[in-house]
Nanobody, 122 residues
Framework: QVQLVESGGGLVQPGGSLRLSCAASGRSFSTYAIGWCRQAPGKEREFVAVISWSGGSTNYADSVKGRFTISRDNAKNTVYLQMNSLKPEDTAVYYC???????????????WGQGTQVTVSS
């Protein structure tokens, strides 16, 4: 069992940065791939980024590649999503996810957090 709690969301101007954190509890955290997905109003949930259990592999949606960076600190049971050059279309609720497999989709994840709101607006 893994519990996930996101933090770090908020309001930011276009071009700005935010860092999201995902704090996990559970003894097996370091064996899970961790992902970030998001859902904008009126849209389907979409994959954003994933990092393998070791941190050695990462993958990003084309829409965020080169602007977002996912990382993890297994000693702290925490995963981060550094978001730079934010655009209004990045506005969404961002969810942290955990899975036994390395998914590049918003489906199949075993665990989800409650989400944190990110709003990009001037």
């Amino acid at each position: 069992q893994v519990q996930l709690v996101e933090s770090g969301g908020g309001l930011v101007q276009p071009g700005g940065s935010l860092r999201l954190s995902c704090a996990a509890s559970g003894r097996s955290f370091s064996t899970y791939a961790i992902g970030w997905c998001r859902q904008a109003p009126g849209k389907e949930r979409e994959f954003v980024a994933v990092i393998s259990w070791s941190g050695g592999s990462t993958n990003y949606a084309d829409s965020v590649k080169g602007r977002f960076t996912i990382s993890r600190d297994n000693a702290k049971n925490t995963v981060y999503l550094q978001m730079n050059s934010l655009k209004p279309e990045d506005t969404a609720v961002y969810y942290c996810t955990a899975g036994r497999e390395y998914y590049t989709t918003s489906s199949y994840w075993d665990y989800w957090g409650q989400g944190t709101q990110v709003t990009v607006s001037s």
